[in-house]
């Protein structure tokens, strides 16, 4: 029953925001409560999770694999709370961004529906309804990336929109190859399916591995692995900093988390040739994407360019295909989720003071807003993978496990392409803070900027716990990487409607 | 209370830190003396631990496990090596911290900051030092370099510290993340990062692994020590105030890979390459610094320079360890520590006194500093290996361990370390001349008088402490025997001979005769060059400067990047659908070529016989790609506009022939619906493309790799969709229409899928709906730009979610 | 749009509008038995009410509305969600159904009450409110009716957003685009 709280919170939320069109302070108190309440009941899940395993809800009351199945296991209940911590943050970092009465009034709800896609993305187990939410969360996200640009932007939203509506059209012909293949959309009943086709003999292995190829594809252009991300960089920048927080903490990681729910918990586990490929794809996105980012002279553009390179990381997790580099990928997607989305925020914040995010026309922060200072500092670092910060942890996992299967050579490409982050975001770092700049005076005098400055300093706290008290989500990773990689005790805890067949 | 005092010595500072970095601004410059307390108190707690301590033995306690799944333990090692460095970092931390009280004026902001990064930088030093397990040792060891990037950009509105600060901070986290591979090789081999448990395991040291273990955590000793080829970075961070330089860059924190050798001696002096590598990465920087330092102008260019040759000869000593274990290394680092942080505070005194840096602009400046002088007469002796030193010890010491070493143990070259360390003394003795003459002797220049103003004896007091000390331990040595007989770690040192460290050691003894005859050519060549050439105007040749070269390839990066994103055509957004489809088409394409069974299972799809419904199916199929591709084709966007109705059409026809009233009914309201709204827009579309775009050659290139493209996607999907067959064997569907009116009390299936069986899909698309059009409102109003704003692109204020100021 | 002048065209527009909604509530009402639902019976609304304003203007249509049609459409889509809700008060999942029979109704049949169709309802209800809301907007827009804009946009935008297509004559009177303030 609590499962589908997740999203039907924001949804009921976003359909009284829409009824209250003007924006006011109560308005915003009344998102900002629903924020924390979803944030909240994420917390319960994850702790429900702990406690009982995989469940499922039948929606309908029509058991698998008749109706639309949720499932809660680790994972899911960890990218909940991920995506309810990230809307909690950029809401109210949302809120100081302008003056009440200057704010959009469609942004506060069509960040609840963007929302309601995502957690119906992660909570779901049924192939269509996550395409359902996909488009739930993408119409949303298209609305948001057009909602405050002008006509510079618009131009640049563009290529978003064409490109995930093209990646939309794949998605739909392989949900009717899924059924033209396996009679089911649910993925309890695809898993055992093919588990059981490929042990009778029926079907053959190259069918399952071109369909696995198919949705990799299409969430390889969601999550944005080379060469299919190029749309993200160039788009993201045009979003107003709070927004571009939730995009990139959350919205591409959405597509990595189906990628590993597809490989990990739907199709067999042994399509050797996908994880090849995967592997080296995700060396090939950190590496461009990372020599993008360096290229680059802005905040939004520098951080932009490092999403796809950061999603190279996690490609190259999932492809060593082992639990523990499950595990690592899981650890790594969650500290890239806080660290990611709180640096555009702090961007923001750089933006908001010196009235520009070109590195040339910021500078002085460091003397003039040391708290933000401290926080960026922070996140840069743990994007860098530096220790004792959480991305370094994530990083340590997936290169540990490189090493215990002897890929030297990725190894060390992972490696060179976090040298390279480092160089891009001490870049930033010495041209925003510490550059004496006579031409910005960052307006400090306005104190928005520390409120915004602390709702990114509270996922910067979260993710700081996450790197020092790094067991906790160590175990949580392992926990969600034994849930996605248990297929057998997935089907069985879901599809118990089998005689419906 | 051994843990407990060690912890407190290591977290004090960090509390430390977080309280000044939270209270201090409001304290000014008294901060100074709030910050003072915890590197007394941590000093303190360590002398106590040493004075405790057992002689010969390592004790590991485990405080806690701080991430057990990582494989880090929060494991403390106290044994010589780690009591020693503790002692030298706290220690050492004290005078600086003193110092740094007297030395930062008015003229400094931050104190509050500085004061914190210090304490963070002691509290990281300390726990590297007593990290008894390797990957802790490594988180402490980044962080160390974390304080150190804040503490040489502490005067970061000057571009040579924000430039000092990244090149320093880029090469030490470079390495050091080679030397975290290399730790996770160790964990690989030996399942553990704990010393205790790694160094209790028989391990074969020719293992490849183990080899490249040792390498890679040897080249973050490197890096941090600023060796040969990383020694560039040591000299910029010089931009630093000079407390920094003198705790951070020459007592301690470089000393860390010299910390790292003697920690991993025991596991890895066995590795054939032990000796090798070392050797000459120590010898060859030895040299290389020596040279670099007798020919730098700036003051603490040459310090720095000069460090890096003690720690390279400090490195080449580990590295030339007989096999019984090493001797008095800690009396060659202590050695070090003396004299080189004394007379970075020298100098320190000397540039805040006459505001000079380069050391051709000084000269004469004994009458006016009489203690300094004398100091700084004291150090540089020790420095060049003057008798009654402490560096007259050890240099005695160095030149006999490397002769025995020469007829012993030698196993590489032989002769070569004892040649190279001679000559690189040589030149010791020559730029330790050069420093104290070109400061205090000859004419003083006019320039000096100028801004000079005497020191005070409090900021000279650190100095005197230590040149003191300097002169004390050379002439009582036998002092220290106990101190590092008590200090010996099992692995590492050999057994001392009772009462072998005194001064004396006779005339007739090949080290005291060497070691004079190296003073002896190192004054001689000072003077001859001083005299007779212009060298000491020169500076380090252009093109051997691998700084210069570093900062170019920062340079180049950027445009590096943006050439490969130029080349992989990211920024292309006409590209971008292309090369998605491209990508589809060779991945999709390539697997089903090179699958023979695929293309036979292909090849059986077109073998079988039609039915005459498939016939219909099959050219309303092929109008269907015919109309699509006359979208591509054709130049009007009316009659592209046409074709794409005609699509929709057909589709509806194609679902008709598939008895799907529904779909086909929702289709074809569908297309009304778009149709109209296009009708409605038509007068919003651009004369440009209302007459047609300009068609030209370029153009028809485009439309024809288009053409190719959409057809060879369609040719890949018809053949997955003839794959993958579409004729489940145990298909959900059925279910629904036989069990629509019983269980969902309907007889339409599809309305009872809908909105029953599968009510949450429909709920959410029709949320799409409403999204849609909220999207379209939204597009409907925007904020204008200006021309101007405009070509500002990804710069302009749009976007950017702040209220243009400072109107409203 | 401006409303045609054709007399004839306007009464066929009427009462093509009134035919045209009878069928679509026809096909709304039978959707769980026959082709038809929410969806189409929406998309045929809309179609109609597009005709009316063929016919009687823009601002006639959007009278008949009574209300913005978005708001319509949002309360559809309250509607639809919350008639899921409702068994969950009952310990049911989210979106179980009720059903209650009603005999032999006139036209339609055997025909079942319950929360299928008041969410039929509410999609019917945001398909209509979306489709003519839409086309009304852009209707006004490339017409040049800023000031139509405007007031459909108030509650749709921010402060310092403007139509798209601002037309220089206009832009000396300026109209609040939210009129409350």
Redesign the interface.
């Known amino acids: ?1 609590i499962i ?1 709280l997740p999203v ?1 919170i924001p ?2 939320t976003a ?1 009284c925001g ?2 209250v ?2 924006s006011s302070i109560g308005r915003r108190w009344f998102f900002g409560f629903s924020a924390w309440v979803q944030f909240g009941l994420a917390i319960y899940l994850v702790r429900e999770a702990w406690v009982s395993g995989t469940q499922g ?5 029509w058991e698998a694999p008749i109706g639309i199945t949720l499932v809660l296991d680790m994972l899911s209940a960890l990218m909940v709370g991920m995506a309810t911590l990230m809307t909690l943050a950029c809401t109210i970092y949302g809120f100081y961004e302008q003056k009440v ?6 942004r506060l709800p069509l960040i609840q529906l963007l929302l309601v896609g995502m957690n119906l993305s992660i909570l779901t187990g049924d192939l269509f309804n996550l395409f359902v939410a996909f488009e739930v969360m993408l119409l949303a996200s298209y609305a948001l990336i057009t909602l ?1 640009a002008d006509d510079w932007d618009v131009r640049q939203a563009f290529p978003y929109v064409a490109i995930n509506i093209f990646g939309s059209a794949f998605f739909l012909i392989g949900c009717g190859f899924t059924y033209g293949l396996f009679g089911s959309l649910n993925f309890a009943d695809i898993a055992l399916q093919s588990e059981q086709m490929l042990a009778d003999g029926e079907g053959s292995p190259y069918q399952v591995e071109l369909l696995a190829m198919l949705m990799v594809f299409v969430f390889a252009i969601k999550a944005g692995a080379f060469p299919l991300y190029y749309w993200l960089p160039n788009s993201y920048p045009i979003l107003p900093p709070a927004l571009a927080g939730l995009f990139s903490g959350m919205l591409t990681k959405v597509g990595v988390y189906v990628l590993i729910r597809w490989l990990g918990t739907v199709m067999p586990h042994d399509l050797d040739f996908i994880y090849n490929v995967l592997v080296w794809v995700g060396i090939a996105s950190m590496f461009f994407a990372v020599l993008g980012a360096v290229s680059r002279n802005f905040i939004r553009g520098i951080l932009s360019f490092h999403i796809p390179s950061q999603i190279g990381f996690m490609l190259l997790a999932i492809g060593f295909f082992t639990p523990y580099a499950f595990a690592a990928g899981i650890f790594f997607l969650l500290h890239n989720i806080m660290a990611k989305g709180s640096l555009f925020l702090c961007g923001g914040v750089v933006t908001f003071l010196c009235g520009s995010d070109d590195l040339k026309k910021t500078g002085n922060l460091w003397v003039a807003s040391p708290l933000l200072g401290v926080v960026f500092f922070v996140q840069a670092m743990s994007l860098a993978g530096l220790p004792p910060f959480s991305g370094f942890w994530g990083k340590y996992m997936i290169i540990r496990e490189g090493i215990a299967l002897g890929e030297y050579v990725l190894v060390g490409f992972a490696l060179a392409a976090s040298v390279l982050t480092l160089f891009s975001m001490l870049k930033i770092w010495l041209a925003s803070f510490w550059t004496e700049n006579p031409d910005v005076k960052p307006r400090v005098d306005d104190k928005r900027w520390r409120k915004m400055t602390y709702a990114v300093g509270g996922i910067a706290i979260v993710s700081l716990f996450m790197g020092l008290g790094a067991q906790l989500f160590v175990e949580l990773s392992m926990m969600a990487s034994e849930h996605v990689l248990d297929r057998v005790g997935y089907a069985e805890s879901i599809l118990t409607g089998r005689e419906f067949r | 209370m051994a843990a407990s005092g060690i912890l407190i010595a290591i977290f004090a500072p960090l509390v430390g830190m977080v309280l000044l970095a939270l209270l201090g601004e409001r304290l000014k410059t008294n901060v100074r003396w709030f910050a003072l307390p915890f590197p007394l108190l941590s000093f303190a707690l360590i002398v106590l631990e040493t004075i405790g301590h057992s002689a010969g033995t390592q004790n590991f306690i485990h405080v806690g496990s701080w991430i057990p799944g990582l494989g880090l333990d929060f494991l403390i090692l106290i044994d010589g090596l780690s009591l020693f460095f503790g002692l030298v970092v706290s220690g050492v931390g004290v005078l600086i911290f003193f110092y740094a009280s007297q030395y930062l004026d008015d003229h400094y902001a931050h104190h509050d900051r500085f004061y914190a990064y210090l304490l963070l930088f002691m509290a990281a030093m300390l726990g590297t030092v007593f990290s008894g397990n390797l990957l802790l040792m490594f988180v402490w060891w980044e962080l160390t370099g974390i304080a150190s990037f804040f503490l040489i950009g502490f005067l970061h509105n000057k571009a040579e510290s924000r430039a000092g600060a990244r090149m320093a901070f880029m090469v030490t986290i470079t390495t050091g993340l080679l030397m975290l591979a290399g730790i996770m090789l160790v964990s690989e081999v030996t399942g553990s990062f704990n010393l205790n448990e790694i160094l209790s395991q028989p391990i074969d040291p020719s293992h490849s692994l183990w080899v490249a273990a040792f390498l890679l955590i040897a080249i973050g000793g490197f890096g941090k020590s600023a060796q040969f080829p990383f020694y560039f970075w040591l000299p910029n961070a010089m931009a630093a105030p000079t407390p920094v330089s003198a705790y951070l860059h020459s007592a301690t924190m470089v000393k860390l890979g010299v910390f790292l050798t003697a920690r991993i001696y025991p596991m890895f002096s066995e590795v054939d390459l032990w000796t090798p590598v070392l050797t000459t990465i120590g010898l060859t920087t030895f040299i290389i610094a020596s040279v670099f330092a007798l020919i730098s102008h700036k003051l603490k260019a040459i310090l720095a320079y000069s460090t890096v040759a003690a720690l390279a000869f400090l490195i080449s000593f580990y590295g030339m360890a007989p096999a019984a274990g090493v001797q008095w290394d800690l009396m060659h680092i202590q050695n070090h520590v003396f004299y080189k942080g004394c007379l970075f505070m020298v100098v320190g005194i000397v540039t805040h006194c006459t505001g000079m840096t380069d050391i051709r602009q000084l000269g004469g400046l004994r009458k006016r500093m009489p203690l300094l002088a004398t100091i700084t007469a004291i150090s540089a002796a020790s420095m060049a290996g003057v008798i009654v030193t402490f560096g007259f010890l050890s240099k005695d010491y160095a030149l006999a361990e490397k002769f025995d070493y020469m007829t012993e143990y030698g196993s590489f070259m032989p002769a070569m370390p004892l040649v190279l360390f001679i000559l690189g003394s040589i030149l010791k003795v020559a730029f330790s001349l050069r420093l104290f003459w070109h400061i205090f002797m000859g004419e003083e220049p006019e320039a000096v008088g100028k801004h000079f103003h005497a020191p005070s004896f409090g900021v000279q007091l650190s100095p005197l402490i230590l040149a003191v000390a300097t002169v004390f331990f050379g002439l009582f040595p036998s002092l220290l025997q106990g101190f590092y007989e008590k200090l010996a770690v099992p692995g590492l040192h050999a057994e001392l001979k009772p009462n072998s460290l005194y001064l004396w050691h006779g005339f007739d003894n090949i080290a005291f005769q060497l070691s004079a005859a190296i003073l002896a050519i190192g004054a001689l060549l000072y003077f001859v060059l001083d005299r007779f050439t212009g060298w000491r105007w020169e500076g380090i040749p252009k093109a051997i400067r691998l700084d210069d070269a570093f900062e170019w390839g920062v340079a180049r990066i950027p445009k590096f990047g943006n050439l490969v994103n130029q080349s992989v055509r990211a920024d292309t957004a006409t590209a971008y659908i292309p090369i998605i489809s491209a990508t589809f088409i060779a991945v999709f394409g390539a697997y089903i070529v090179y699958n023979p069974a695929v293309l036979g299972a292909l090849a059986g799809k077109w073998q079988m016989p039609f039915h005459e419904a498939e016939v219909i199916a099959l050219l309303t199929a092929t109008l269907i790609a015919v109309a699509a591709q006359g979208i591509l084709i054709a130049s009007r966007w009316t009659t592209q506009l046409i074709f794409t109705s005609i699509v929709g059409f057909l589709i509806t026809f194609y679902f008709v022939l598939f008895r799907a ?2 779909l086909a ?2 289709q074809i ?2 297309e ?2 778009t149709l ?2 296009v009708l ?5 579309f651009p004369r440009r493309a209302q007459a047609g775009e300009v068609t030209g050659k370029a153009q028809a290139l485009l439309k024809t790799s288009n053409s190719v493209i959409a057809i060879g996607v369609g040719v890949i999907v018809g053949s997955l969709t003839l794959i993958f067959g579409l004729a489940p064997s145990a298909p959900i569907g059925p279910w629904y229409i036989e069990n629509t009116l019983e269980k ?5 299936a ?3 899928i ?3 069986f599968r ?2 899909d ?2 959410l698309e ?2 799409v ?2 999204i ?3 999207g ?9 730009r200006t021309p101007a704003e405009m070509r500002e692109g990804a710069h302009g204020q749009g976007g950017l979610g702040i209220d243009p100021e400072p109107k409203r | 749009m401006q409303s045609t002048d054709s007399p004839i065209f306007k009464s066929v527009a009427v009462v093509m509008f009134f035919i045209v909604n009878l069928f679509a509530l026809y096909l709304l009402f039978r ?10 019976a929406g ?2 609304t ?2 109609a009410v ?1 005709l009316l304003s063929f016919g009687m203007g823009l601002e006639a249509a959007q009278k008949i509305l009574r209300s913005d049609p ?2 319509i ?6 509607i ?2 919350l008639s ?2 409702l068994p ?1 008060f009952f ?7 009720f ?1 209650y ?1 009603a005999y032999e109704l006139p036209v339609i049949g055997d025909f ?1 009450i319950g929360t ?1 169709l008041s ?2 309802i ?2 019917y209800m ?2 209509v ?3 003519t ?3 009304f ?3 006004e ?3 040049q009716e800023h000031r139509l ?1 405007r007031i459909a ?1 108030s ?12 037309d220089p004559l206009r832009k000396s009177e300026e109209v609040p685009i ?1 009129p ?2």
């Open positions: 029953m589908i039907l949804l009921l359909i829409l009824l069109q003007k809800l039948y929606l309908g009351g009465e200057d704010k959009h009034p469609l405050e | 009233p529904d009914m929702t309201l569908i009304a619906a109209i709204m409605l827009l038509l007068a919003r969902a009390y309907g007889t339409n599809v309305n009872t809908l909105v029953d009510a949450l429909t709920l029709v949320g709906l409403l849609a059009g909220l379209i409102l939204a597009l409907l109003m925007r904020r204008k | 959707g769980h038995n026959m082709p038809g639902g929410g969806f189409i998309v045929a809309s179609v597009i978005i708001r459409a949002t309360w559809g889509f309250l639809a969600t899921g809700v969950m310990g049911l999942p989210y979106l179980t159904t059903n029979k079942y299928p969410f039929d509410g999609v945001v398909v409110g979306v489709i809301k839409v086309i907007v852009i209707a827009s490339t017409s804009v946009e509650g749709y935008c921010a402060r310092s957003e403007e139509p798209i297509e601002e939210h409350d303030k």
